[in-house]
Structure formats: structure tokens, C-alpha cells
């Protein structure tokens, strides 16, 4: 089996961040996006749903956080976090 590599995002990896999204890339290489969930909660009630974690304890950790795994391409969730971090 072949090792994936995995990159924490340049932008969008906050060191206070509560909650890791991890997206895929075509390349299979894993991208960590680590973001604040009560901000991006705050902003959408569909937000709020996505980022529901059921069990932490059960899930995945990464640097001590929770991951969710989302079926994007990181440059799309880059994107997508653009709007709530850095609004025009």
C-alpha cells in the first residue's frame, strides 16, 4: 500500500482552530484545514450541521483536534473558507 502524504493548509490552519477538515486532492494527497467551529456555526445554521462531530472521542485526531473528512477539493475549501475569513 502506498503512503499518502498529508499538508496542514498555508491560509487556513489556525493554531486555536477547534475542529480539522480534511479534504483530498486528485493526487490522494490529504489537505488539513484547522478552523474554528463556533465562528463558522455562528455564521449558518447548515455550517453548524456539517460540523457536528458525534462522538470526539471516537473519531479521528489530528495535533489533538477532531477531523471531519469532507468529499471536496482543498482548493474549493479554500475557497469556501475565503468567504468567512477574508470577506471582501
Known amino acids: 500500500m502506498a503512503m499518502q502524504s498529508a499538508q496542514n493548509h498555508p491560509v487556513y490552519y489556525y493554531p486555536d482552530g477547534n475542529i480539522v477538515i480534511r479534504c483530498k486532492g486528485k493526487d490522494s494527497t490529504s489537505t488539513f484545514f484547522r478552523i474554528h467551529r463556533g465562528y463558522l ?33 482543498p482548493s474549493s475549501m479554500a475557497i469556501f473558507l475565503t468567504f468567512f475569513y477574508q470577506p471582501m
Do not use: R, W, Y
Open 41 to 73: 456555526s455562528a455564521q449558518s445554521s447548515v455550517i453548524k450541521d456539517m460540523l457536528q462531530v458525534s462522538n470526539p472521542k471516537q473519531n479521528e485526531m489530528h495535533e489533538g483536534v477532531p477531523v471531519i473528512d469532507f468529499s471536496v477539493d
